[in-house]
């Protein structure tokens, strides 16, 4: 089993920025993929960016250029650092983590953008 902890979601302003964190623990594999995920109200659960244990990141076109997902392999943690924030980034985040045959969610933490 793997427990995901999300923290660091809030309101703020448009233009804003915000960290989110996803501590992992339990039975961690070393080589596995965590991933942001995020819901709006009313829409499906979209992919926000992934990275591998090895740091090869991949991002949603949406937030190129404005998200960076990075990880502490040590803390068996995940960071997505979020710039330029949009009232459209209104969501609940969500942490993943999978070795492929295994798949967690975190619980989410949410995010509001607005003025």
């Known amino acids: 089993q793997v427990q995901l902890v999300e923290s660091g979601g809030g309101l703020v302003q448009p233009g804003g920025s915000l960290r989110l964190s996803c501590a992992a623990s339990?039975?961690?594999?070393?080589?596995?993929?965590m991933a942001w995920y995020r819901q709006a109200p009313g829409k499906q659960r979209e992919l926000v960016a992934t990275?591998?244990?090895?740091?090869?990141?991949n991002y949603a076109e949406s937030v190129k250029g404005r998200f960076t997902i990075s990880r502490d392999n040590a803390k068996n943690t995940v960071y997505l650092q979020m710039n330029s924030l949009k009232p459209e980034d209104t969501a609940v985040y969500y942490c993943?983590?999978?070795?492929?045959?295994?798949?967690?969610w975190g619980k989410g933490t949410l995010v509001t953008v607005s003025s």
């Open positions: 993943y983590y999978s070795t492929g045959a295994l798949v967690y």
């Open positions: 339990g039975s961690i594999f070393s080589r596995n993929v």
């Open positions: 990275i591998t244990s090895d740091d090869t990141a």
